[in-house]
């Protein structure tokens, strides 16, 4: 028997479809400008090849991700969603940032995504993480003010708890959730058990573990012959496996190349038999990462 694990869709917050292969922005340079010219061919070719979610955030380059994409897809196909986070700052160090959940910060954080973006609004307005110093009621009460404003679409979490996503839902309607999640890293388990049984999109990110391409006995070994059997990389059988395991989980793999990005969206057609799939299960409970949490 075959379990299908070809992509489909999602409707985020049930109303906006996308094809449930995303792209991550992340990993685009915005400099030098052959780099830049490199970038924005990526995700291009990602859009002529039906990618229609891409996930980017201040954090990147303190808004020159979002600038990127702008210069290079604005006007958006309108089948497609870029969705943004904020709630990070800058230290002083560009490679460090701190929390910053004030609400104050917040607002500006999103009218600035507008204008880097170039949009009337946001689509999906992300929390990028929950500022400890600031109650999480304020600060997903503040995007709430962004929503009713006009200035948001749909609003999600990221790196949240059980708990805290259960106490914003009693705040606003939560269209997603980006945690860390892959086949070698499950700390997330009932998050996105949650959001399957409330049809919540869950954007796990660092979707392929290092691990699953690398040469490493144990888990990788079970990765590998599974990926052999399907002529496949053990990437794609990565990213196969979030496919299957739940209709709510969107992957959004990242790349800086044209060639990585088409081979991670044709993991959309491998198809995992049963017996693959408990392989695979069984490869995820050796990983050292199943055996404490973070």
Known sequence: MTTGSTAG??????????????????????????????????????????????????????????????????????ELLVATKVGVRPTGDEREADLDGRPESLRRQVDEAIGRLRVEHLELLQLHRVDPKVPLADQVGALRECQLAGKIRHIGLSEVTVDELEQARGIVEVASVQNRYNLLDREYEAVLDACEEAGIAFLPWRPVHTVASSAEPGAADGIAAVAEELGATPAQVALAWLLARSPVLLPIPGTGTVEHLEENLAAADLRLTDEQLQRLDQASSQSPDQASPH
Do not use: C
């Open 9 to 78: 869709t999602f409707r985020i917050g049930g109303e906006r479809t996308v094809g449930r292969i995303g792209f991550g922005a992340m990993r685009l340079s915005t400099s030098p400008a052959e780099a830049r010219e490199t970038s924005k061919a990526v995700v291009r070719r990602a859009v002529e090849l039906g990618v229609t979610l891409i996930d980017t955030a201040q954090l990147y380059g303190w808004g020159a991700n979002e600038e990127l994409l702008a210069e290079a897809l604005h006007p958006y196909p309108e």
